[in-house]
């Protein structure tokens, strides 16, 4: 039989058989020691830490027992690490007050809004026998307690009061089972208590900290440090910028007392490097991140579970002194030796100077032999005054059901109004979490979609053509999104994943900017028109790598979030986010013609007739509802001649005389004024629009227009020919496709043999222009090669007869 370590009942101590420090170096441990005092001398002199902890902290906090256990796998590993005894601590109040930075708190916040996932589902635990067994044993494998806990409450007792285990051990596995294993229970109690502050002001204005060089050289040392968490090391980083901001704030006013001092408990390796490696890194004013100086002494503010585990002792020693229990430091005084060898700057330091090197001499433990004196001392000492009190806090009080009830709707109401009062104060954020959520979920695919979907440059990256022309986009944006969206493709091809994080933060920070930092622009129309730039850059992108579903996500919170500030009746900040919004939705992966059409509706009411930008953007998006509603893109001869029964329904007929109405307006616009251009840069810009509107207009015609007037339209197919000629108008894949079903429509109408060979070899020469144009998705082409091949294996002849025999396609009725 194993020998117990320990026994709390009995009063024994001696070095733990579960390590509760994990220092690496025992110098680290004076190195904490001496941290310690000088916070405790800026106490005395009324200076109050304030201790943050992560979201992740909070949440194993609120579950308890079920944080070890992940699935049906107890974690023995997680209760030996030293975190657990710093939640332990938390969770008693041993720590004062904790508190979460605003990222933090509206991370959980976001995790509290949903009742049926974990961890956070509504059904409350009561209890696991088996966990509670596993437990026990890790706290006593002795052999006469394994594998059963009496079920009577009364024996329990008399079970738990007889347990041979070291008392640190005692202390976590009575934190974790407290509150009967429903967090909504435990977290009523940690707020009614004051153990966790989660009122922490929400704002902050994200671009004011993503442009500074601090933290874009962080994000960039967590990126590499965990490459595999890119939206956790984005709030992680901005999380510590805003910590180190309260530091500064708090050297600013910690002379009139009105600032606290932040500390900040992490277990994650990545943040810990971060805050060793930035230390030797001052900046220009000297300061160093995350650190300031305390008594004199340089003193970090981000630290590990071994600091906070004498934290908590020492400030439970303190409030318990007037109870018998010495200060830590006196505690430290007496047990190190009584044989000072000098050198350090108080009693206490002088004798645990010594006593280490004593020991280092003798090939002994330090960090153990401090645990034996300083922690097994004091959590017997624990046990034995708590051990009546926390025994009896483990079993459910004698209530009748109907109290029981009652509890449990009390416990649920304040969940509902602690909820509400979260969502209240984070209101003019709401969704923020969420949208990093979503787009960091989205860039995970980013590399290989480019991979797979744009293995060499095309059209589409062409952000000009894609954006400036269709939803007019201006040109000195395009080209800024150009670069971006450059050297995203670049650093893809290239392999250069830091340049390609550091890209998509950009991305995340262009958009978060401008949708939740103030939103309230009436009196600064300048500041309005940054954010609604930066949000066209990010959406440009998602748009340009083809993330139609989350720009249609985004492009919704932008219309709930500007409604408010716009003028009455508006609900889009421009023409462009509602147009994208409309085909966002229309090319996703459920697209929904009924919200495309009420947003589109919006747009023309306000703006079709004032703009021929807008115009040319109606007419794109209704090619999309036209595009939704119709089996092929085929014109009425071609119909014929696949689908005898073919008919165009009355929605696909309306979608397609508004594209033809809007591409020919704007084209009218532009023709009327060409004599006004000028200057070559605005005709060159003109120019570009022009020839575009004329390439859907004589798409849309061709899809539609009777035979006798279809025929007329040879002098626009000429023009959109010629247009070959000028610089950067010209789009090889889309205007060739345009003329390949325009002569092959001439070709099918021709009632010559040597006309229909004429235009039918015409339609082909584009047809492989536009296959060869570089277009990666070019199915639609491939279609039209076929149906071109088709038509010349059947001749001239051949296409009569067809057509003869069937009716022209009419509307449905």
């Keep these: 039989m194993k020998k117990a370590s320990s026994s709390a009942a009995s009063g024994n101590s001696s070095v733990l058989d579960k390590p509760v420090l994990n220092y690496r170096l025992s110098r680290e441990l004076v190195a904490d020691i001496k941290a310690l005092y000088a916070l405790d001398q800026e106490e005395e002199k009324g200076i109050q830490p304030e201790i943050f902890i992560d979201t992740a902290g909070i949440i194993d906090m609120l579950l308890g027992l079920e944080m070890v256990c992940r699935g049906e796998i107890f974690r023995r590993d997680l209760l030996n690490e030293p975190s657990m005894l710093v939640y332990a601590m938390c969770h008693r109040g041993w720590l004062g007050t904790i508190s979460l930075l605003a990222p933090h708190t509206e991370e959980l916040i976001w995790k509290l809004r949903d009742n049926q996932s974990p961890p956070f589902h509504d059904a409350v635990r009561t209890g696991n026998p088996s966990l509670e067994n596993e437990l026990w044993y890790w706290v006593d494998p002795s052999r006469e307690i394994i594998g059963f806990v009496p079920k009577d409450d009364k024996e329990r ?19 974790l089972l407290e509150d009967h294993l429903s967090w909504k229970t435990r977290f009523k109690s940690l707020k009614e208590n004051n153990v966790i502050n989660l009122s922490i002001d929400p704002h902050y204005r994200l671009n004011e900290i993503t442009d500074s060089p601090f933290f874009k050289e962080l994000l960039e040392f967590f990126n590499r440090e965990r490459t595999w968490k890119s939206s956790n090391n984005y709030l992680d980083a901005v999380a510590l910028c805003l910590l180190d901001t309260k530091l500064r704030a708090f050297e600013q006013n910690s002379k009139d007392g009105t600032a606290k001092l932040p500390l900040f408990f992490s277990d994650q390796q990545h943040i810990l490097n971060a805050v060793r490696h930035f230390a030797s ?98 959590f017997n000492r624990w046990w034995e005054d708590a051990r009546e009190n926390e025994i009896e806090r483990l079993f459910e009080p004698g ?350 109408l021709s009632t010559e043999k040597d006309w229909f060979s004429h235009y039918l070899q015409q339609g082909i020469a584009f047809n492989k222009r536009s296959l060869g144009g570089g277009l990666q998705s070019k199915n639609i082409y491939q279609h039209l090669e076929r149906e071109l091949t088709e038509a010349k294996l059947r001749g001239f002849e051949g296409i009569k007869t067809v057509l003869q025999q069937t009716p022209t396609p009419a509307a449905a009725s």
């Design 281 to 378: 890194k001052p900046r220009e004013d000297g300061s160093i991140p995350f650190a300031c100086r305390l008594n004199g002494e340089p003193f970090q503010i981000v630290m590990d579970a071994n600091f906070f585990i004498l934290y908590g002792v020492k400030s439970e020693m303190k409030r318990k002194k007037n109870i018998g229990y010495r200060s830590f430091f006196e505690h430290l005084d007496t047990h190190m030796t009584d044989n000072p060898a000098g050198g350090g700057s108080s009693p206490w330091e002088s004798k645990l100077l010594h006593k280490r090197r004593q020991l280092i001499e003798n090939r002994m433990n330090f960090v153990r032999y401090f645990e034996e004196k300083m922690l097994v001392e004091f």
């Design 399 to 748: 209530l009748d059901p109907e109290a029981k009830k009652q509890r449990e709707k009390e416990v649920n109401d304040f969940i509902a109004e602690e909820r509400q009062r979260l969502e209240d104060l984070f209101e003019p954020y709401k969704g923020r979490m969420e949208l990093i959520k979503k787009i960091w979920d989205g860039f995970q695919e980013m590399k290989s979609r480019i991979e797979t979907r744009f293995p060499q440059r095309d059209e589409r990256l062409d952000v000009y053509k894609e954006l400036a022309l269709r939803f007019s986009y201006p040109e000195e944006t395009c080209e800024d999104i150009q670069t971006l969206v450059n050297e995203i493709y670049n650093a893809v091809h290239s392999k250069d994943e830091p340049a390609l994080e550091n890209h998509k933060a950009n991305v995340v920070t262009f958009l978060l900017g401008a949708l939740f930092d103030d939103l309230d622009y009436k009196p600064n129309p300048a500041a309005l028109k940054l954010n609604l730039k930066n949000l066209g850059k990010g959406l440009a992108v998602l748009w340009t790598f083809e993330f139609y579903d989350l720009v249609s996500y985004i492009c919704t919170l932008v219309r709930n979030l500007y409604q408010p500030i716009l003028p009455p009746g508006d609900k889009y900040p421009d023409a462009t986010t509602a147009m994208l919004h409309a085909a966002a939705i229309l090319l996703g992966n459920n697209p929904d013609r009924k919200k495309a059409n009420v947003i589109i509706e919006c747009v023309r009411g306000k703006f079709d007739q004032a703009s021929y930008k807008v115009q040319i953007g109606l007419s794109y998006v209704y090619y999309l509802l036209w595009l939704r509603t119709v089996d092929s893109i085929n014109f009425p001869e071609l119909a014929r001649i696949n689908y005898p029964d073919y008919t165009v329904s009355d929605e696909a007929e309306e979608y397609l005389n508004r594209s033809i109405y809007y591409s020919k307006a704007a084209l009218s616009w532009l023709e009327s004024r060409k004599r006004d251009f000028g200057e070559e840069a605005k005709t060159k810009y003109r120019d570009r629009r022009y020839f575009y509107a004329l390439n859907n207009y004589l798409f849309f015609i061709t899809m539609k227009e009777s035979p006798d007037d279809f025929k007329e339209m040879v002098v626009w197919a000429r023009k959109l020919e010629e247009s070959g000629r000028i610089d950067d108008v010209w789009q090889d894949a889309r205007f060739s496709d345009t003329l390949a079903r325009f002569y092959f429509r001439l070709a099918l």
């Design 157 to 175: 007792k008399r079970w738990l009061t007889r347990l041979k285990a070291e008392s640190p051990s005692l202390f976590k596995a009575f934190y």
